[in-house]
């Protein structure tokens, strides 16, 4: 069974372009979080999914930020109009549908995005 | 947003020893995790608590979930160098839109 899988691992974009990251969750799973996390920070929630719905968006900046989950195919976090701050580590979770386990967020190994 | 009281915040030993580390709340929680994240990799999952009091080990790491719902801790015994990284705790309550509330982290760094 594989695990959680982002691409691309590094991105480097120049300001103003778009960035898109994607992510395909653990197979049976169809709960889906994005997380971004700064050096020698923790890890701060953005939004989570489900199968073409967004069920909490609390954690993503208003502009330029966007997430879907499609039915078929990865997930994406779309940030438009890419600026210096924007440069973090974009973590993915998955986590299982039903049960205690339900809880149980399972990580990509992340992607390094750099905003020149 | 909410956050647990995760301490300490580094911790520098020495092979061989063991460590400990925890995490508080003011909040109760249904479930603990306990996440390890090594340099430029996603956090990988240790160790998960469904109930109050459960004492849970995967080798040389045992959890425990607090009797109060509150607080857990990690322990590691016998520590070797690939025991280094950042480990995590997390806290989920079923009402809380399936989100994990996320300590800010422990970073553990093991001298040979």
């Known amino acids: 069974n594989a695990g959680v899988m982002q691409n691309p691992r590094h991105l480097v974009r120049r300001r103003g372009q778009e960035a898109r990251l994607r992510c395909s969750p653990m197979?049976?799973?169809?709960?889906v979080y994005w997380y971004r996390q700064l050096p020698e920070e923790g890890l701060k929630f953005m939004v989570y999914?489900?199968?073409?719905?967004?069920?909490?968006e609390s954690g993503m900046p208003k502009e330029r930020f966007s997430a879907e989950f499609p039915k078929e195919g990865p997930s994406i976090l779309r940030i438009q109009q890419v600026v210096r701050g924007d440069s973090a580590a974009y973590f993915c979770?998955?986590?299982?549908?039903?049960?205690?386990?339900?809880?149980?967020?399972?990580f990509g190994p992340g992607t390094r995005l750099t905003v020149t | 947003g909410q956050q647990l009281n995760q301490s300490p915040q580094s911790m520098f030993i020495q092979e061989g020893e063991d460590v400990s580390m925890n995490c508080t709340s003011s909040?109760?929680?249904?479930?603990w995790l306990w996440y390890k994240q090594d340099p430029g990799e996603g956090p990988v999952l240790l160790i998960a608590?469904?109930?109050a009091g459960e004492l849970t080990s995967n080798g040389r790491l045992t959890a425990q979930f607090g009797i109060t719902r509150k607080d857990s801790f990690l322990n590691i015994s016998a520590s070797i160098p690939s025991d280094v990284g950042i480990y995590f705790c997390?806290?989920?309550?079923?009402?809380?839109?399936?989100?994990?509330?996320w300590g800010l982290g422990t970073s553990l760094a093991v001298n040979p």
């Open positions: 197979k049976g799973h169809s709960h």
């Open positions: 997390a806290g989920f309550n079923a009402g809380n839109n399936r989100k994990l509330i």
């Open positions: 999914l489900q199968k073409e719905n967004i069920i909490d």
């Open positions: 979770a998955s986590s299982p549908n039903v049960g205690t386990s339900g809880s149980e967020q399972y």
């Open positions: 608590l469904y109930k």
């Open positions: 909040s109760i929680f249904n479930t």
